[in-house]
């Protein structure tokens, strides 16, 4: 059916369900990337790190052991619950994590609320790009994959600037950047409940038919499809 579609002319509503995807993906380089910029701060060092290198090296291993624990054991229970719930687990796993590093008060805390950001990262990954295949026409598969992983840069940029209006430009506190880093993931949250559904493929391997049949014809009116939609 989706083959069908006449791809070179998809709707903006059709856009908007993609690029709320890429929104969610630049809030995995958002948690990744803030690390970088508190570690270097002056204030972070003194009160945290204590001029110690095993503090360092255990706060950012304990994100990527958080993203190996999340894309095993959280983001494949995509295939039984559903693409969009387990990304909105993750999304929202980044975000809780984000605000609570910023109360945080040695590094042991800090590592352990940076290893549950990191299981949310792992736990966004598999879902997200599985909805983009699954949602995209199969004749612009690998563009509308490209533009949802491009935002990976969208988010790298995001906290280049965030790191210099608070901590260069403000002198905030490094607590106040760690908050701000994780309002892409509230906001990526927000856009995916509300503007992306769930992938008709899982709902028709689900048993879920008819729910399924509803959303490609949805999906399909956003690409421009005009023949006759689909019923059981």
Sequence with gaps: YINDINSTSVKWQYWIIMLSLGVANSS??????????????????????????????LLAGSVFLGMLLGGLFI??????????????????????????????QNVIQLSLVRMVAGVGIGA???PLFTLVTELAPPSRRGFFVTVAASFWMVGSIY???????????????????????????????????????????????????????????HLARQMNHTSAPWTL
């Design 124 to 126: 966004t990954v598999p």
């Design 28 to 57: 995995d380089a958002s948690e990744i990337l803030c690390l970088s910029y508190i570690l270097s701060d002056a204030s972070f060092q003194d009160t945290m790190l204590q001029d110690t290198a095993w503090r360092a090296g």
């Design 159 to 217: 906290v280049a600037l965030t790191a210099l209006f608070f901590l260069a430009g403000m002198g905030a506190s490094w607590r106040v950047f760690a908050v701000a880093c994780a309002l892409p993931s509230a906001v990526g949250a927000g856009l995916v409940a509300t503007l992306v559904p769930e992938s008709p493929r899982f709902l028709a391997l689900q048993g879920k038919t008819e729910e399924g049949v509803n959303i490609a014809n």
């Design 75 to 104: 983001g494949t229970l995509g295939d039984w619950f559903g693409r969009k719930p387990m990304l909105l687990v993750g999304l929202w796993c980044n975000c809780i994590a984000g605000i609570l590093s910023a109360v945080c």
